[in-house]
C-alpha cells in the first residue's frame, strides 16, 4: 500500500487535528522522491493508487497491554531494549510514545512536532524551534498553540488553577517572548497569577522575562531553568533534576514545557487544572492572535474562590511528557487516527535525526492493545 502526503498549510487552522492519515503501510520501501516540489493544494491520503510511494521505511508494531514496545529507529526495528539501554529510540507503551531521553531513559533522544506533513518529502530535517527531552509535566500541556508557518507560539490565554496544600492560586500564561533589544526572544515567558482564598482574590502579581531557555534549543539537561515560588514570588534557577528534589517551586518552566511540583514533577504535592480545557479543540491561530493580557483580563479577574474550590473540577500533578504528548493521534467517533503530522525525532545517540509519520492505528480489543503502523526515514 502506498501513501502520498496531504497539505496542511492553509491560512487559517483548526487546533483539534481532524485531519489524519488513514493507510497501513507494511513493507519497506526505498526512498522515492516525488519529482516536483510539494504544494499546498495537495492533500494527505493513504490510497493504493498513489502515483509514488512514500519515501523512508514502514514499520508496524504491536503495543500490547502495559507492556512496553522499543523501537529503534535506524533499523527500523523492534529491539528489547529498557529504561538503561541505549539501542532504542521510542517507547511505545499504550497510546503514549516516549523518546530515550530525559526522564524516559538513558539517552539523549528528544523530538519535535506535530510538524507540517509535507515536511516528510524533504531530506534535510525542518527548522524547529528547539527539541523537547521527555520530562515531567501534564496539566500545562496544551498552554500554547505552535504555528508552523513562522514557528511561533501563541499563548491560549487559558486560566489555571492551582492548588498547593490549601493555598489556591489562578494563573495565565501572557506569552512565551520576552522583549530584547527591540527584538523578540523566546523562552522568556511572561504571566500574571493571584493567591484565592475565602476571604477574596490577593494582588495580581505579573512575571516578566522569566528564564525557561535551558541553555538553549537542544535543551541540555545540566542547565538550569526557571522556577517559581507562587507564595513568595521567588525566582529559582534549577535543573530538572533539582527540580523534582525541591519543595521551594510550585511552578517551573523549561523552554516550552510548564510543570507543576507534584507528582513526578517534584514532592510539594501540587496539582492543576486547566478551567478551559473544553475550548482547546476549537481554538484557531488565528483567534489566538487577537487575544492579549488586556482582553483576556476580565476573564482572569473574575476567577474566585468557588470556581476554584469547586468539587467537581480534577486537579492533577505531573506525569511524563514527551513532544507526542502534545497528541500525536486523536479519535473520529469509534475509530483512532493518526494526526496528519511530520515528527522530528534525535536518537538515543544524541547525534541521529528521523522524521517519523505515522499512518494508522487498529485497535486489538481481544489483546488489549493497538497495531501501529509508522513511516520513518533518517535525514541529514
Not at 5 to 26: N, P, R, Y
Not at 251 to 257: I, S
Not at 290 to 317: H, K, Q
Request: hydrophobic share 35%.
Amino acid at each position: 500500500m502506498f501513501v502520498v502526503l496531504v497539505g496542511a498549510c492553509a491560512k487559517e487552522k483548526s487546533l483539534s487535528s481532524d485531519h489524519a492519515s488513514k493507510g497501513h503501510s507494511t513493507e519497506s520501501e526505498a526512498d522515492a522522491a516525488t519529482g516536483s516540489t510539494p504544494s499546498d493544494s495537495e492533500n494527505v491520503s493513504n490510497t493504493a493508487d498513489a502515483a509514488q510511494p512514500l519515501p523512508g521505511t514502514s514499520l508496524s508494531i504491536d503495543v500490547l497491554g502495559d507492556t512496553p514496545t522499543y523501537v529503534a529507529l535506524a533499523t527500523p526495528s523492534i529491539v528489547t531494549g529498557g529504561q538503561n539501554a541505549l539501542d532504542w529510540d521510542l517507547e511505545f507503551k499504550g497510546l503514549s510514545i516516549f523518546t530515550n531521553g530525559g526522564v524516559s531513559g538513558s539517552g539523549s533522544g528528544a523530538a519535535f512536532g506535530p510538524e507540517d506533513p509535507l515536511n516528510f518529502l524533504f531530506d534535510t530535517a525542518p527548522q524547529v524551534p528547539f527539541l523537547r527531552a521527555d520530562m515531567a509535566g501534564g496539566t500545562f500541556l496544551d498552554w500554547y498553540a505552535y504555528s508552523g508557518e513562522d514557528h511561533h507560539l501563541w499563548s491560549r490565554h487559558h486560566i489555571y488553577g492551582m492548588r498547593a496544600g490549601e493555598r489556591y492560586f489562578k494563573v495565565e500564561i501572557l506569552s512565551y517572548y520576552g522583549d530584547q533589544a527591540g527584538a523578540p526572544v523566546s523562552a522568556l515567558y511572561q504571566l500574571r497569577y493571584a493567591e484565592v482564598t475565602q476571604a477574596g482574590v490577593g494582588q495580581t502579581q505579573v512575571v516578566k522575562d522569566l528564564n525557561a531557555s535551558a541553555g538553549g534549543a537542544a535543551d541540555d539537561p545540566t542547565q538550569p531553568s526557571g522556577c517559581l515560588d507562587l507564595i513568595s514570588g521567588e525566582r529559582l534557577m534549577l535543573t530538572p533534576m533539582e527540580a523534582t528534589q525541591s519543595s521551594d517551586w510550585q511552578l517551573c518552566f523549561r523552554r516550552d514545557t510548564i510543570g507543576v511540583n507534584g507528582g513526578s514533577g517534584g514532592p510539594g504535592n501540587v496539582e492543576a487544572v486547566d478551567l478551559d480545557q473544553a475550548k482547546a479543540s476549537s481554538e484557531t491561530i488565528e483567534q489566538l492572535e487577537m487575544l492579549t493580557a488586556d482582553s483576556e483580563l476580565p476573564r482572569f479577574e473574575a476567577v474566585d474562590f468557588a470556581t476554584l474550590s469547586d468539587p467537581s473540577l480534577n486537579y492533577l500533578g505531573d506525569g511524563v511528557v514527551s513532544a507526542f504528548s502534545a497528541g500525536w493521534y486523536h479519535r473520529k467517533g469509534a475509530e483512532l487516527e493518526p494526526v496528519d503530522a511530520t515528527w522530528f525525532v534525535r536518537g538515543a545517540d544524541g547525534l541521529s535525526t528521523y522524521l517519523v509519520l505515522f499512518s494508522r492505528i487498529e485497535t486489538l480489543p481481544a489483546q488489549n492493545g493497538y497495531r501501529i503502523a509508522m513511516q520513518i526515514r533518517p535525514v541529514k
